[in-house]
């Protein structure tokens, strides 16, 4: 079974301010794939960006970068200039590699971006 | 290009009554997914399938059916509703292992 455990309910952060929002996971499974997703109060699903698990870098979109330790099994989502409109909730998912893996999701983090 | 559609958006239902969410998806994925998502609580799996004719049980999956006939097509069916199913339900999609989700954009039920 994969579980994810996000701890930060919520966060307010200064605009332009670096921010890191912590994900970590369990998993028995030696490969798998770490999301994140941000949900705008609009409610709609937006892919963030994607970590394998014998991904050798760390997966870098834009201002979005994601620091991947696995020895720790944690995956967390940093920010980089952050923006007002970087104000969400924000869900971090794994998915193993079998045929019939499903996406596990967290409990979601809120980020505030304060002006 | 319409990607993931979820029919209806809103619906209120009486305790008891029954009805059908429809998540159909244009870019020949495998994989769909039905979440449920309640405050505090974020996403959970109900049920999923791995291609046509599959369905498999999530997190959650009590009080609550699926079928998946159509490759895009992924029904999920409340037999009898209950206020604690009351919720924003999302649909997903994806290719394959590796690529990320595509999402609909929700159906808000309220049963009363």
């Known amino acids: 079974a994969q579980k994810i455990t996000q701890t930060q309910p919520g966060m307010f952060v200064q605009e332009k301010e670096a921010v890191t929002l912590d994900c970590t996971y369990d998993t028995s499974d030696q490969s798998y794939g770490l999301f994140w997703y941000k949900q705008p109060s609009s409610g709609e699903m937006i892919f963030l960006i994607y970590q394998g698990s014998y991904d050798e870098q760390n997966a870098t979109e834009g201002r979005y970068s994601l620091n991947f330790q696995k020895a720790r099994k944690s995956a967390n989502l940093v920010i980089s200039a952050s923006q007002l409109g970087d104000s969400a909730m924000y869900f971090c998912?794994?998915?193993?590699?079998?045929?019939?893996?499903?996406?596990?999701f967290g409990k979601g983090t809120r980020l505030h971006i304060l002006p | 290009n319409a990607g993931v559609t979820q029919t209806p958006k809103f619906r209120v239902l009486k305790t008891g009554q029954s009805m059908t969410l429809l998540c159909a998806q244009d870019m020949n994925h495998e994989y769909m997914y039905w979440y449920r998502q309640d405050p505090g609580m974020g996403l959970r799996l109900i049920h999923y399938s791995v291609g046509e004719g599959t369905t498999a049980k999530g997190e959650v999956p009590d009080g609550y059916n699926v079928s998946r006939l159509k490759k895009q097509n992924f029904l999920l069916g409340l037999e009898s509703a209950a206020p604690s199913q009351t919720s924003v339900y999302f649909c997903?999609?994806?290719?394959?292992?590796?690529?990320?989700?595509?999402f609909g954009q929700g159906t808000r039920l309220t049963v009363v």
């Open positions: 997903a999609s994806s290719y394959r292992w590796g690529t990320e989700a595509f």
């Open positions: 998912a794994i998915r193993g590699r079998n045929r019939d893996d499903k996406i596990i």
